[in-house]
């Protein structure tokens, strides 16, 4: 018999549509789309499908799977900052450096570090700092050399090479609603 959850108070509307994506997961099915304020939910969900239930800030987009090297580098040591101020990929170096969602980042000068760590989610890379066309397609692609990027709405997407790049930008914002699906597919596995 399926657990049941109970949940009393105003539920956010993340915490219903995670619970939804689950239940989607666990069953299949088209997904929902509701905006739902209520004082009390009870969802009924498998066992099983509880330990896939995720939010975004806590396993969703970016926090579960990172592209990180050996060491717990993201973006191949490149100043994140760079990508938004100088619209450059710059080696970091090791010496500045800041921990965000276990992920390693370096930095070219204080400033960027300081920057940083003032608001690491506004520079973090989405996917993971995978390849966002990859993720489009549903695969998770290494950037060789973070030089392919785009920050687009405040946000920043690396891509595997300048190909990649390009096909990723004929249709963004189709192609990010596309990523962000597949993300959380990927992002869980």
Do not use: H
């Amino acid at each position: 018999m399926p657990s049941t959850t109970k949940l009393s108070g105003r539920v956010p509307t993340t915490l219903f549509f995670a619970a939804l994506f689950a239940a989607n997961t666990v069953f299949g099915g088209e997904p929902y789309r509701a905006k739902v304020l209520a004082r009390e939910l009870a969802v009924q969900l498998p066992k099983a499908a509880g330990q896939n239930v995720f939010l975004e800030g806590e396993q969703g987009m970016g926090t579960t799977k990172q592209n990180l090297d050996s060491q717990g580098v993201i973006l191949k040591g490149y100043d994140v900052v760079a990508f938004y101020k100088e619209r450059k990929a710059v080696k970091g170096s090791s010496d500045l450096s800041a921990t965000y969602q276990s992920a390693t980042y370096l930095f070219t000068s204080a400033a960027n570090k300081a920057e940083f760590e003032k608001d690491p989610a506004k520079y973090a890379p989405q996917y993971g700092a995978f390849c966002a066309y990859g993720v489009t397609l549903g695969v998770l692609a290494d950037p060789e050399i973070p030089d392919a990027f785009l920050v687009y709405k405040g946000k920043l997407y690396v891509c595997g090479n300048q190909g990649a790049l390009k096909d990723f930008k004929k249709d963004i914002d189709s192609n990010i609603d596309k990523a962000n699906v597949n993300w959380r597919q990927l992002a869980s596995q």
